[in-house]
């Protein structure tokens, strides 16, 4: 039986695809490559060794998914494919919403026309919203989102809640993700995000390669020990981790299950930075900012469910996240674009 990873040529997607491959399972991936190109795979085969069929199609095209449903003997999903930048979600809400809601309903309809009822979803530590005291718990009430990213994550998690209401034989698991940073350790594979980043590993190394003039650090005053804001770093080799002991969770009686992949320890934005410089050696121009609208000041996991249920524990600290995330950089100056390949 193959797993069929949607979003496989992702950031996440191949990290988790290097991890299945290297632990034995068979996968098929799909991806439409909206955010990330052929290489990718290409890369992953290279890191692997190993074969596996890739289809191009797009998690909302109900027919393509149906042919590749018909042809080829699945088992389960791991659902990636969705948009994941929390600022053009607000420009764009209903590309959000018809990528990331639209097409996990025509997956899920697709596996329920072929009997396929196992997936694990990629959800997020945002739907546990502004007014939850830290750490974050599984069980603790979630939504409130700030963003249309946001509250796709959670309207994908209520859809999902209801289907195994309807058919208590789905087997669901919903992974809750803190902040992936971290590259896999051949530097072949990484986070190469379109424009300026958002997110704050890939705008540190950004600014140390000399890609962008300076970090900018969005906010000093928080109620903080050093007055930056506190999240939960994991590296991405331990969140794929993550996806493999889920899936050896999914059994055959059924179940909804949610669990939280972070570390639980909580860093600030300057000791990542002080981390990141120590590792690489590199000096960071950093520009004080306000405040970004939107974040929290300190987020971070209980980990106690994935530790005791999925036998699951990040392995990886500070140092290596830094090491692998500037090793990918320096080495991929244009991220997963060939050398020889031109950017359209
Ligand atoms: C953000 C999203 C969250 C999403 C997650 C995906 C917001 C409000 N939240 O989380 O919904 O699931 O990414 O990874 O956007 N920082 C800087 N300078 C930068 C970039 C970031 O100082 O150039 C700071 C931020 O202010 C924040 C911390 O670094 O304090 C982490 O930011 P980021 O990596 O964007 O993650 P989140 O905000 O936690």
């Known amino acids: 039986m193959n797993i069929l990873v949607t979003g496989g040529a992702g950031y996440i997607g191949t990290h988790t695809c290097v991890e299945l491959l290297e632990k034995g399972h068979d996968i098929i991936v799909l991806d439409n490559f909206y955010n990330s190109n052929p290489e990718a795979i290409r890369r992953v085969k290279e890191i692997t060794g190993r074969e596996f069929k890739f289809y191009q199609c797009d998690v909302r095209d109900s027919k393509g998914l149906s042919k590749i449903f018909g042809k080829e003997s699945i088992g389960a999903v791991i659902h990636f494919a969705g948009l994941k930048a929390v600022g053009e979600s607000v420009e764009i809400p209903l590309d959000y919403y018809e990528n990331n809601v639209g097409g996990t309903v025509a997956l899920l309809q697709v596996m329920k026309q072929f009997g396929i009822k196992s997936i694990v979803f990629s959800s997020s530590a945002t739907v546990y919203g502004g007014n939850n005291p830290v750490p974050y718990k599984e069980d603790m009430p979630i939504g409130g989102c700030t963003n249309p990213y946001g509250q796709t994550k959670y309207m994908i998690e209520l859809i999902l ?3 195994y209401v309807s058919d208590p034989a789905w087997n669901v698991i919903i992974l809750r993700y803190f902040n992936p940073v971290g590259a896999h350790e051949s530097g072949r594979i990484g986070e190469n995000p379109n424009g300026v980043p958002n997110n704050l590993m890939p705008s540190i190394t950004q600014a140390a390669v000399g890609k962008l003039d300076k970090f900018t650090l969005f906010g000093g005053d928080y109620d903080t020990p050093d007055g930056t804001c506190i999240r939960d770093y994991i590296h991405v080799t331990d969140l794929a981790d993550g996806h493999v002991k ?8 059924g179940g ?3 669990y939280n992949l972070g ?10 930075l002080a981390a990141f410089e120590t590792a690489s050696g590199v000096k960071v121009p950093v520009a004080q900012l306000p405040r970004r609208a939107g974040d929290l000041a300190v ?8 530790r005791t249920e999925l036998g699951f524990t990040a392995k990886y600290g500070l140092e290596r996240m830094c090491v692998d995330s500037w090793r990918w950089q320096r080495e991929n100056p244009r991220g997963m674009l060939d050398e020889k390949q031109t950017i359209n």
């Open 161 to 163: 809640n209801d289907l």
């Open 246 to 253: 889920a899936l050896n969770k999914l059994d055959a009686k």
């Open 256 to 258: 909804l299950r949610v």
């Open 263 to 272: 570390t639980g320890r909580g860093t600030s934005v300057l000791e990542m």
């Open 299 to 306: 987020c971070y996991a209980n980990v106690d469910k994935a």
